[in-house]
């Protein structure tokens, strides 16, 4: 009975953003025009592309009672690597592999620290987070990383067919969320440690192994999200994703991923990013100021912990 009640209240919300989407795209049609043309549609698709990746991680981080304040460093470190190695080699694929090799790295090291380091998730990810930034400007100095490879260029601006390649990277990378997350043994053991990690060490769940490699898979998706996001803006920048992880997080609670753990889908994330994304990109298109975003974000943010709470509180 709790079970299909919280099915149809996980339901119930997701249904609630799709509507609350489709009217936010009403609206901006209305305002401007140019919203609903082709360019435009497949810009919020990449755009959305970064967010999504990265956020089906961050979603089973959050449902393991965890959290990853090192992405936006991450995005910058994976994606200054891969430029470095595409560089000095001139090879888009030993590129890839490096700048992949630092998330996985860098998400074991995240996990070794909460699993058997038992620091808190915000600690532990707060010093990566401080330690990755500045390597990226110690080691690069401040300045940009510039490659004159056509192949790694292409992994952000590319297209198969009429879809960009991000876009493509982006439903490949959903479908390995959803598959994890539901159907695998391993997705229950995320649901079961978020829900009460005690109990599941007690019923021979291997409590350390699920957080280490929940967080290896956050590392090398947002490696993945860095690497697009480099090869988009074209350089490596010891600035870039500056933020980055706070539109994750944001995404997964907008979708219903609770911030206590034990819940939340890949499905509803993925709404709520689309959620931000079209927000976003209608704001920009109508002009509204940068700095009013980022405040409607954080009223966003505060409204789905607010519900969540409300209804843990009704079960």
């Not at 339901?11 to 795209?25: H, I, K, N, Q």
């Not at 330690?131 to 198969?160: D, H, K, P």
């Not at 933020?243 to 219903?256: L, P, S």
Request: hydrophobic residues 50%; glycine residues 12%; proline residues 2%.
């Amino acid at each position: 009975m709790n079970k299909k009640k919280s099915f149809n209240i996980s339901s119930f919300r997701e249904l609630l953003l799709v509507g609350v989407v489709l009217l936010l795209c009403v609206i901006w049609t209305a305002m401007n025009s140019q919203f609903m043309s082709l360019n435009n549609i497949t810009n919020i698709l990449r755009q959305g592309s970064y967010t999504a990746i990265a956020a089906v991680g961050m979603t089973m981080v959050i449902v393991i009672g965890e959290i990853d304040l090192s992405a936006g460093s991450l995005v910058c470190a994976s994606g200054l690597a891969g430029a470095m190695v595409c560089k000095n080699t001139g090879n888009a694929f030993l590129a890839v592999i490096t700048a992949l090799a630092v998330g996985l790295l860098v998400g074991c090291v995240n996990g070794i620290l909460c699993a058997y380091g038992k620091l808190p998730g915000f600690i532990a990810t707060l010093a990566s987070m401080t330690v990755l930034r500045g390597l990226a400007y110690i080691i690069t100095g401040g300045n940009s990383v510039v490659w004159q490879s056509e192949a790694f260029t292409s992994i952000g601006t590319g297209y198969i067919g009429v879809i960009p390649i991000p876009v493509i990277i982006m439903c490949v990378v959903i479908l390995f969320g959803y598959i994890v997350t539901s159907k695998l043994k391993f997705g229950r053991y995320i649901y079961a440690v978020g829900g009460n990690s005690d109990a599941s060490k007690w019923s021979g769940i291997p409590v350390e192994k699920v957080k280490i490699i929940v967080y290896m898979i956050m590392g090398v998706l947002t490696a993945l999200a860095g690497l697009i996001i480099t090869a988009r803006l074209g350089s490596g920048q010891p600035s870039a994703g500056q933020n980055f992880e706070m539109d994750c997080i944001t995404a997964a609670v907008v979708g219903g991923t609770s911030m206590s753990g034990g819940r939340g889908k890949i499905f509803g994330t993925i709404v709520g990013v689309l959620l931000l994304t079209v927000l976003t990109n209608g704001m920009t298109l109508v002009g509204i100021n940068t700095y009013w975003q980022q405040v409607l974000k954080g009223v966003i943010i505060v409204i789905s912990v607010l519900a969540d709470t409300r209804s843990k509180g009704k079960k």
